[in-house]
């Protein structure tokens, strides 16, 4: 009796390695675009959480019209002051309060490196206590009343921000602190949020009162801000 026996047949090395190419050439495609996404989706998520904050200090200041005295109270030489470019705008910039974006922030003082656990407000200066301790009653207004978070989440920390949009430290006078994370004339890395406002040059006890701003900085700048990108009001069209 003759068995029947149906002939079967593999791939061969050829029809593999198409097959293997275009996958090749798929992931090529397919990867960059979801990272992209990915990347945008972050920003837009810090714009959004950068609006809750903005706004939560706006209102803050409407209740209670008595902390704008101590929001707006900066002393002359105030190392929380920054010139900042955004947008292709330069103006100065004071910082009033942070908070981390990271659940660890890298943190240096006296040639020491050191992570800071994170944690809710904390002030620039002692006389902005009532601020942050208000802001801190209200945290979970940003953070969705999630239970046993110690920060304000950042998504996109690890964006290269593009070369002509970076802010540095300038305490070199080239642009870039010496004490840069990063010595190129990019920068990549934001881990806190920041409550500031204008100010019409460093230093200066202004009599004017300039916009609420919410910034992404950095831990390593100087009095441990470092403004990097300004996300409310106005973030930049590249962002």
């Known amino acids: 009796m003759k068995n029947n026996r149906s002939s079967e047949k593999g791939f061969t090395l050829v029809e593999m390695v198409i097959v293997i190419a275009i996958i090749g050439i798929l992931a090529a495609i397919i990867v960059p675009s979801i990272f992209n996404y990915v990347g945008k989706a972050n920003r837009k998520a810090d714009i959004v959480t950068a609006r809750l904050i903005g706004t939560t200090i706006t209102n803050i200041l409407i209740e209670y019209p008595e902390y ?30 942070r908070a981390c974006g990271t659940k660890n922030n890298l943190n240096t003082q006296g040639g020491f490196q050191f992570y800071m656990n994170g944690k809710g407000w904390e002030q620039t200066n002692k006389k902005y206590n009532a601020i942050t301790d208000e802001l801190n ?42 004490s840069s994370r990063d010595k190129s004339k990019t920068y990549s890395y934001t881990d ?26 950095d831990s390593y700048g100087r009095a441990a801000n470092g403004p990097r990108c300004r996300l409310w009001p106005a973030p930049p069209s590249y962002y």
């Open 68 to 97: 704008n005295d101590i929001f707006y109270s900066g002393p002359a030489g105030n190392r929380a002051d920054y010139k900042v470019k955004i947008s292709g705008e330069e103006y100065y910039y004071r910082n009033v309060a």
């Open 137 to 178: 009653s209200r945290i979970e207004e940003i953070i969705g009343g999630q239970d046993n978070m110690s920060f304000i989440p950042m998504r996109s920390s690890g964006y290269k921000h593009p070369a002509d949009e970076c802010n540095h430290d300038d305490r070199d006078g080239q642009g870039i602190s010496s």
């Open 192 to 217: 806190r949020w920041l409550i500031g406002y204008r100010i019409s040059k460093i230093g200066a006890k202004d009599k004017t009162r300039g916009a609420v701003e919410v910034w992404a900085g």
